[in-house]
């Protein structure tokens, strides 16, 4: 697991907490929209980014106590990486509140998290209405699994929410089909 990115303080990506934003490298999908192609290959290859160790992102932590509430872990796609669970755990323990950023596509690492309580705050793209998935995110997106994740965030107790990226390929009725997946029933 690689740290691609790190932003040090957003008033905008947590709600209620001032946070840093983590990136993660590698995505199982591939959107043609994506507004962080580099982050999609699991070995950064571009050469354009920094790449930070873990040692490094506890130090920031540690230098951030009292300065920050909490941390957002995105990507990429955090959920491919099975030593997930251990970095949120660490943060956790470090006393930080963590929100993930997901495509939806790991209903099983989702439930897990949410079980052993590494979460705080999920929020879970939904990319398109069911039919058009692949043709937004690439033949590797399996419409099964969003649904999966969706249905297991329905039934969670923390703060989540479900979100969009507004492109051409989208129009009105989609998008208020896609509001319709994310209502609870
Ligand atoms: S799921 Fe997110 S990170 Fe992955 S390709 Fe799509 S937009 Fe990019």
């Known amino acids: ?15 209620d907490c001032i946070s ?9 999908w591939n959107c043609w929209y994506c507004h962080n ?12 980014q920094v790449e930070y160790s873990m040692e490094t992102f506890k130090d920031f932590l540690d230098r951030r106590r009292g300065r920050l509430d909490g941390v957002v872990v995105t990507g990429g796609e955090p959920t491919i990486h099975h030593e997930l669970p251990a ?18 596509s790991n209903p099983r690492m989702v439930k897990d998290i949410l ?17 058009k998935y692949r043709k937004i995110c690439g033949s590797g997106a399996n419409v099964d699994r969003v649904k999966e994740t969706l249905d ?34």
């Open 1 to 15: 697991m690689r740290i691609s990115g790190l932003v040090g303080s957003s008033l905008i990506d947590f709600p």
């Open 20 to 28: 840093c934003v983590l990136f993660l490298q590698g995505c199982n």
């Open 37 to 48: 192609p580099q982050l999609i290959p699991l070995e950064n290859n571009t050469g354009e």
């Open 87 to 104: 970095l949120l755990s660490m943060i956790k323990e470090m006393g930080y509140a963590v929100k993930l950023d997901t495509n939806g």
């Open 115 to 131: 079980d052993a309580n590494l979460v705080d705050y999920i929020a879970m793209d939904i990319k398109a209405p069911w039919e």
């Open 152 to 185: 297991i965030l329905k039934r969670c107790s923390i703060g989540w929410e479900a979100r969009t990226t507004v492109c051409p390929s989208l129009d009105s009725k989609d998008l208020l089909l896609m509001e319709d997946y994310a209502r609870l029933r």
